[in-house]
T-cell receptor
Framework: DSGVTQTPKHLITATGQRVTLRCSPR?????VYWYQQSLDQGLQFLIQ???????AKGNILERFSAQQFPDLHSELNLSSLELGDSALYFC????????????FGSGTQLSVL | GENVEQHPSTLSVQEGDSAVIKCTYS??????FPWYKQELGKGPQLIID?????GEKKDQRIAVTLNKTAKHFSLHITETQPEDSAVYFC???????????FGQGTILTVHP
């Protein structure tokens, strides 16, 4: 168990809908990272938050947004969903703001039908 | 941006044999190179990492080597066991906060 909790584990929705993925980092970790994993794109970095502030941005679509709350949990919001958004979404956390020694959650499997 | 190439995409070995997975990176400024293991239904788990000021690092049956000049690094697993079967990912980072670029992964199968 990595100590990173992601909910829900599975999510099935329809095109055009909006969903929210939740992540609780390991106790004491200030940074949260969101990754998208698909068969054709591999593990793609989306966005990072450090102690409530956005720190780095990767290949995140404008339809996607995230935030980190004062208790350090984070939410990833995906809107106007398309079939191609179906993927495994991982959250990871680390103590520092650098992407080093990341601890990953078990992921949320999103299926857009 | 950074680009990480990983080979082979699949690797099959007999229990007790060694396994080697290789990665190349494009950004000479990258200075942090971790390896992750992902088992079915789980998230990636860090197994070993190396910084650019070190050429080699070992942890029991796992070792990583780095050649900065050639911009490639490798994972070596000795005395493989069936429980080593998983997908292994290399990554490169350190040039900017939060940015870790992963390779495409290697499916390692260890046959008993």
């Amino acid at each position: 168990d990595s100590g990173v909790t992601q909910t829900p584990k599975h999510l099935i929705t329809a095109t055009g809908q909006r969903v929210t993925l939740r992540c609780s980092p390991r106790s004491g970790d200030l940074s949260v990272y969101w990754y998208q994993q698909s068969l054709d794109q591999g593990l793609q970095f989306l966005i990072q938050y450090y102690n409530g502030e956005e720190r780095a941005k990767g290949n995140i679509l404008e339809r996607f947004s995230a935030q980190q709350f004062p208790d350090l949990h984070s939410e990833l919001n995906l809107s106007s969903l398309e079939l191609g958004d179906s993927a495994l979404y991982f959250c990871a956390s680390s103590v520092t703001g650098r992407a080093e020694k990341l601890f990953f959650g078990s992921g949320t499997q999103l299926s857009v039908l | 941006g950074e680009n990480v190439e990983q080979h082979p995409s699949t690797l099959s070995v007999q229990e007790g044999d060694s396994a080697v997975i290789k990665c190349t990176y494009s950004d000479s400024a990258s200075n942090y190179f971790p390896w992750y293991k992902q088992e079915l239904g789980k998230g990636p788990q860090l197994i070993i990492d190396i910084r650019s000021n070190v050429g080699e690092k070992k942890d029991q049956r796992i070792a990583v080597t780095l050649n900065k000049t050639a911009k490639h690094f490798s994972l070596h697993i000795t005395e493989t066991q069936p429980e080593d079967s998983a997908v292994y990912f290399c990554a490169a980072g350190g040039t900017s906060y939060g940015k870790l670029t992963f390779g495409q992964g290697t499916i390692l199968t260890v046959h008993p």
